[in-house]
């Protein structure tokens, strides 16, 4: 089981926890302001590896965090 560690209640099991998803990172090319903005909130990189991403305390103390996670081992790095 992923255990997720928060900044305010400490070590929890990820199942009070909802996913945020990965934050992205967007191509230095694009400098269009609609074509970032839509890389932005659309275009998902889904890597195998390590990746940043936001999840939200929803049955503690109700913040969001950020933090590194392996995907290919599902663990917090």
């Known amino acids: 089981m992923l255990w997720i560690t928060c900044p305010t209640c400490g ?17 230095d090319s694009i400098i269009d302001a609609d074509a970032h903005n ?9 890597v195998d590896g390590i990746t940043t991403e936001r999840w ?7 913040r969001w965090l950020t ?4 995907t290919s081992t599902d663990r917090v790095v």
């Open 11 to 27: 070590e929890r099991p990820v199942s009070e926890f909802r996913f945020g998803g990965e934050l992205p990172h967007v191509p």
């Open 67 to 70: 933090l590194r996670r392996d």
């Open 56 to 62: 939200f305390h929803v049955a503690g103390c109700r």
């Open 38 to 46: 839509l890389d932005w909130v659309w275009m998902q990189n889904n």
